[in-house]
């Protein structure tokens, strides 16, 4: 402790029980443990400093970006250190001859693009909580957004990183150029969820603007229908850069909302962004529509400017928040299933729902299979262990159409538990392995990605508001 | 095979004293999904033959006919590299053979999942020396409807370049063939190639050549002695440095036809202990150590 505060200055190391509640939880705000104290390093060396006096007395520590998280992967250990990357957050580089920006980790993402924007140059990966979370949260859950379906995910765009290691040796893996000899470390540690050590720089790709953009949102009557037009979109060849759904509950709920004036009586709308040449995104556009109405879209809205666009995404980006409109507790699920399966498993979760007496809403990146079933309850009516049912049946019908557990927001401590679900202990041994190579004793976000019998006998809390979003600093876009 | 090298202490090298010529069947093709799940003993073309019968394909072009295995364990790209990445852009998840004879899977079928560590990457580039690799799956692309090669005639190959990659044209592939000569690969619709041909050529002229061209880039390719990595903005004075070459300017790699006088592809030293700390986790008797 006072070694740290040596290092760092001791307005840089936070141990006051007050203070020290804000960084409890992360996004999943069913799992709360006070940490032993809050280090806020400014720089690879001072991070280097502080994993090395952990990693010397045997302390767990945890990275935290803006701790938007919804898995848990930033919640503390009770007694351990918690290194919030907060202070890091410069744009060390931009080489637009390259394409490249290299950043802190602290940076948020959508600070990225701001930087680049006037240049005609953007960062691709855009979770929908991009104004607050930061690209070293990004690169540890390899964080997907509406625009990924085109463009790829994190880990997609990260050409190096800055890594220290658990035991506080520091990496430099990849840079600005692609393709580094040896095993592919940078395609292990994206996605890894903090676990094999901190990322104190990043490189990342920086993609042109596109020629033109053009959105579509089509109504349908049903979940099925617009399922469908998903299905037949991926099937015909077209690549949209966004191709998103929401079903009728979802829809009501941003009316009462926002009022986008989605097309009245809608059981479902699909919103289909294309992006690129013109005359590729003409040709596309015109084949989206023409499958959208074979597959009985009622209405079809075009945008081909920047406020009839924002108006078409007005809904979708107001879902999340608008669920608060009709329920008072809610849970988000993240599973994924291949894209021919998307009716068969919406009808399932609708069948589900009504078995548990319970409402669910789908607000989701239908492109690429990625669903995010809302899960409405009342936890004062004591729907608590139902809607947990619910959603656990849910991610069963996921994976039993040959999915996964988590699109994007992470395993964490949310879904360790849930792993033996999905992967056999022949394969989450192997991961293990792989963790002891990095990590040898333990200290590095533990209980996280992994099951552990201590770690599974708990049960998780349900969700609720969120620190930042009392606070007023990030919504649920 | 390899649980009794494990025991006995004995070294295997993949690809020689164990094949995954047997393994070589394609398990899966979810047309409508885009993806497909094949054993890591089939070669490439035959991959590419019976996704082509279902107006598809596996967006890798490298030189010469490997086997998904391979392609995986020796990261191998071509020229459509530009657009579609690597070997691990493309996987999607990966069936492993550890050297104990363990096996292990990683990652799944769907084209976006974060769920546990992603093996299926880690084995890229690995060249054998982690795991066999016994089964994949992979994200697929439609076949373009049609497409067009541009061939540029030049010495001032940085400065093309740079207006190219600078504009909001999207080639699939794009290679210097260094000194002289750039190729220029549109796809899509008839008409948006024809469009984007057009305005690459106003940009910096060019002439239509036949597809055959890239076969010429893919050769040298094989024939290089040396792969080096440079930061895409130091194009100029990469080539400056190279005497023949194949390049890949986005990406920043080039395949040299000459001994280069630094090899700038090695890795740091930490990186190989880390590399090293992994192998030895999943192949503590070394059977794979070659
Ligand atoms: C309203 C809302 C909307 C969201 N929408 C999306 C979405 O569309 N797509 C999506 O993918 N996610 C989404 N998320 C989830 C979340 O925003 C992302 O997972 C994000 O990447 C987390 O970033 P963060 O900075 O908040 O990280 P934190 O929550 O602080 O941390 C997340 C994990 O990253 C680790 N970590 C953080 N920094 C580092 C570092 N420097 N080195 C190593 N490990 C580190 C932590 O230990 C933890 O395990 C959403 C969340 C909210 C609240």
Redesign the pocket.
């Known amino acids: 402790m006072l070694e740290l505060s040596r290092v760092l200055g001791a307005e840089h190391v936070i141990t006051e029980p007050e203070q020290l509640r804000v960084y409890e939880c992360?996004?999943l705000t069913g799992h709360r443990a006070i940490p032993e104290l809050v280090a806020l390093p400014a720089s690879t060396e001072e991070v280097q400093a502080v994993v090395r006096a952990c990693h010397r007395d045997r302390i767990p520590f945890?990275?935290?970006?803006?701790?938007?998280?919804?898995?848990g992967?930033?919640t503390p250990l009770a007694g351990g250190v918690v290194i919030s990357?907060a202070r890091m957050n410069r744009i060390l580089e931009i080489d637009l001859g390259s394409q490249r920006i290299v950043v802190e980790?602290?940076v948020a993402?959508l600070e990225v693009t701001r930087a680049v924007a006037n240049d005609g140059y953007f960062y691709a990966p855009?979770?929908?909580?991009q104004q607050?979370?930061?690209i070293?949260?990004?690169?540890?859950?390899n964080?997907?957004?509406?625009h990924c379906l085109k463009n790829g995910f994190t880990v997609h765009h990260v050409t190096g990183v800055t890594l220290v290691l658990p035991d506080g040796e520091v990496v430099e893996l990849g840079g600005k150029s692609l393709d580094p000899e040896g095993p592919d470390l940078l395609g292990l540690i994206v996605g890894s969820?903090?676990?094999l050590?901190?990322?104190?720089s990043i490189t990342l790709r920086l993609v042109r603007s596109p020629e033109v953009v053009q959105t579509l949102l089509a109504g349908f009557e049903t979940t099925d229908a617009a399922g469908a037009a998903v299905s037949a979109i991926v099937a015909a060849g077209v690549l949209p850069a966004a191709l998103e759904m929401m079903d009728r509950l979802t829809i009501e709920a941003a009316e009462l909302a926002v009022a986008p004036g989605y097309p009245a009586g809608a059981g479902a709308v699909l919103l289909v962004e294309l992006d690129g040449v013109s005359d590729q995104v003409e040709e596309d556009a015109a084949e989206v529509e023409r499958i959208c109405a074979e597959c009985g879209a009622f209405e079809i809205r075009v945008a081909t400017n920047d406020l009839a666009r924002a108006l078409l995404w007005k809904g979708r980006k107001s879902a999340?928040a608008a669920m608060g409109r009709v329920a008072t507790d809610y849970y988000v699920q993240d599973g994924v299933v291949p894209r021919t399966r998307l009716p068969a498993v919406l009808r399932r979760i609708e069948e589900l729902s009504a078995t548990h007496g319970l409402r669910v809403g789908n607000v989701f990146h239908a492109g690429d299979g990625n669903l995010h079933p809302l899960v409405l309850y009342d936890a004062e009516r004591g729907e608590t262990e139902r809607a947990r049912d619910l959603a656990e049946a849910i991610l069963d019908a996921c994976l039993d159409a040959g999915g996964s557990l988590t699109g994007?927001?992470?395993v964490?401590m949310d879904k360790a538990c849930s792993m033996p679900r999905m992967f056999s202990e022949r394969d989450l041994e192997t991961f293990g392995r792989v963790r002891r190579a990095f990590d040898r004793d333990g200290l590095c976000?533990p209980g996280?990605v992994i099951p552990t019998p201590r770690l599974c006998g708990e049960v998780p809390g349900p969700y609720r508001v969120?620190p930042?979003?009392r606070m007023g600093v990030?919504?649920?876009? | 095979m390899l649980a009794a090298a494990h025991t006995e202490g004995r070294r295997l090298a993949i690809g020689e004293d164990l094949t995954t010529d047997g393994l070589d069947r394609i398990l899966e093709h979810e047309a409508g999904d885009l993806t497909c799940t094949v054993e890591a003993g089939v070669r490439l073309s035959t991959l590419q033959h019976a996704l082509a019968d279902h107006g598809q394909r596996l967006s890798l072009d490298p030189p010469g006919d490997p086997t998904v295995g391979a392609l995986l364990a020796r990261n191998l790209s071509g020229p459509l590299r530009h657009r579609f990445g690597a070997p691990r852009d493309l996987v999607l998840g990966v069936t492993l053979v550890l050297a104990d004879g363990t096996i292990a899977s990683a990652g799944g079928k769907v084209v976006k999942n974060v769920a546990g560590y992603d093996l299926a990457r880690l084995v890229c580039g690995s060249q054998g020396r982690l795991a066999l690799i016994a089964r994949v799956s992979l994200r697929l692309h439609p076949l373009p409807k049609a497409r067009q090669t541009l061939a540029i005639e030049t010495d001032d190959a940085g400065t093309v370049v740079r207006s190219l990659l600078g504009s909001q044209l999207q080639p699939s592939a794009l290679d210097v063939l260094h000194p002289g000569g750039i190729l220029v690969l549109f796809e899509g619709s008839p008409r948006a190639v024809a469009a984007q041909v057009a305005a690459a050529q106003g940009l910096v002229g060019g002439v239509e050549v036949d597809f055959g061209a890239w076969d010429v880039s893919r050769r040298r390719q094989a024939a290089a002695l040396e792969r080096i990595r440079f930061d895409p903005g130091l194009l100029e004075k990469t080539l400056h440095e190279l005497r023949n070459a194949v390049v890949r300017p986005a990406a920043g790699v080039a395949y040299s036809e000459n001994d280069m006088p630094s090899n700038r592809l090695l890795q740091g030293e930490i990186e190989k202990l880390l590399v090293e700390r992994i192998r030895s986790e999943l192949d503590p008797n070394g059977v794979l150590a070659a």
């Open positions: 992360d996004g945890v990275a935290r970006g803006a701790g938007t998280g919804l898995s992967g930033a990357l980790p602290g993402n855009d979770p929908s909580s607050v979370c930061t070293g949260g990004n690169v540890a859950e964080s997907g957004g509406a969820e903090g676990t050590g901190i990322v104190t999340f994007e927001h992470g964490g976000n996280k969120h930042l979003e990030a919504e649920r876009l």
